[in-house]
C-alpha cells in the first residue's frame, strides 16, 4: 500500500512563503517523478513543479523563480517551497508521485489527498 502523505498546508498574507512537504510512504520499489500540482475553485488542476531524482524538470510559468521544488531521494519526500505568494496562489495543493510498486511493476501514478493554501489579507 502507498500513500502519499502532505504536509504544510497554512493560510498567509500576500508576500508571505510556505513550504510543502509530500512523504511517499509504504512499500515500494522506487519513487521516480514527483511534483506538485493545484486546484483553486471553479479551475482545473494544474501542474506546479515537478522533479525528476533531484533534477527539477518542470516550473509553470505562473510560479517560476518564486517556487522551488526540492526532493530528498533517501526519505522519499519531496517539497515545495512557495515565496512571495499572492492571492492567485491560494489553491489546494497535491503531490504526485511515479512509484514502481515492484521491480516487475509498471510506473503508477498515485496521488495524495491534497492540503489547502489560502493567500489573504
Known amino acids: 500500500q502507498v500513500q502519499l502523505v502532505e504536509s504544510g498546508g497554512d493560510s498567509v498574507q500576500p508576500g508571505g512563503s510556505l513550504r510543502l512537504s509530500c512523504a511517499a510512504k509504504?512499500?515500494?520499489?522506487?519513487?521516480?517523478?514527483m511534483a506538485w500540482y493545484r486546484q483553486a475553485p471553479g479551475k482545473e488542476r494544474e501542474l506546479v513543479a515537478r522533479?525528476?531524482?533531484?533534477?527539477?524538470?518542470t516550473y509553470a510559468e505562473s510560479v517560476r523563480g518564486r517556487f522551488t521544488i526540492s526532493r530528498d531521494m533517501g526519505k522519499n519526500e519531496v517539497y515545495l517551497q512557495m515565496n512571495s505568494l499572492n492571492p492567485e496562489d491560494t489553491a489546494k495543493y497535491f503531490c504526485?508521485?511515479?512509484?514502481?510498486?515492484?521491480?516487475?511493476?509498471?510506473?503508477?501514478?498515485?496521488w495524495g489527498q491534497g492540503i489547502q493554501v489560502t493567500v489573504s489579507s
Open positions: 509504504g512499500t515500494f520499489w522506487r519513487v521516480d517523478f
Open positions: 504526485q508521485a511515479e512509484i514502481k510498486p515492484l521491480w516487475t511493476s509498471p510506473l503508477t501514478t498515485f
Open positions: 522533479i525528476h531524482n533531484n533534477t527539477p524538470q
